[in-house]
């Protein structure tokens, strides 16, 4: 389950809509809902919220911040090579 700061944590990396950066991977890595349909964003949010638990979709929300992460390292890493400090 999502907690409220986790929460805050995937807006700060993925914006104010996670669910449009949400979805399309996971309907690229084929992870469809029970009805075996893409996830609405209104489903992503309730998995966000905490109201809905999914681990599956967690777990893959959890890898994209990640690699949100890791970019914004890079470039920030980036930025001090070529401006300093």
């Known amino acids: 389950m999502i907690k409220p700061f986790e929460k805050q944590i995937i807006v700060n990396y993925l914006g104010k809509q996670p669910s449009k950066r949400i979805i ?3 309907n690229e ?13 209104k489903s ?4 966000l ?11 893959e929300i959890i890898k ?13 890493s980036f930025k001090r090579e070529v401006f300093g400090k």
Request: proline fraction near 5%.
């Open 49 to 59: 919220n905490g109201k809905t638990e999914n681990r599956i979709v967690e777990t």
């Open 29 to 41: 890595k084929k992870i469809f809902n029970a009805r075996g349909k893409s996830f609405s964003p």
């Open 44 to 47: 992503i949010q309730d998995i």
């Open 24 to 26: 399309p991977v996971l």
């Open 64 to 76: 994209i911040v990640k690699a949100e992460k890791k970019k914004k390292m890079e470039v920030e």
